[in-house]
């Protein structure tokens, strides 16, 4: 079953659902017409192979040690970082340890849209 997307002055507390066990490697926090936001959990050694996203996108570490690869080098965000990619800009992920993370994508339209 899936979880459902949070309402307009619905909250969450993402540092305890942190704490839950990461058999939940992704749930879509909400998405509208122009904005999703996910919450992501990797155990360590798990990747994301590259990819990109045709919106900008901010990444957010809650907890743990992550691993983005992109054009001009590999960054590691810990618990607290935050790092912004434009728009089509190919990055790949790799869990260092355990980790957690936020994921918010600008939504754009698209020719086929």
């Not at 990444?59 to 040690?65: E, N, R």
């Not at 983005?68 to 089509?88: F, M, P, Q, S």
């Amino acid at each position: 079953m899936a979880t459902p997307h949070l309402r307009s002055g619905e909250m969450i507390n993402l540092i305890a659902a942190d704490e839950q066990s990461l058999t939940v490697p992704a749930h879509a926090l909400f998405k509208d017409a122009h904005l999703e936001v996910i919450h992501m959990n990797l155990v360590a050694g798990k990747s994301l192979p590259s990819h990109h996203v045709n919106g900008p996108i901010t990444i957010q570490c809650l907890s743990g040690d992550l691993q983005i690869t992109v054009e001009t080098g590999k960054k590691t965000l810990r618990a607290g970082d935050l790092l912004y990619l434009a728009a089509d800009v190919p990055h790949a992920v790799l869990a260092i340890t355990n980790t957690s993370f936020l994921v918010t994508m600008v939504l754009l339209k698209t020719a086929m849209q």
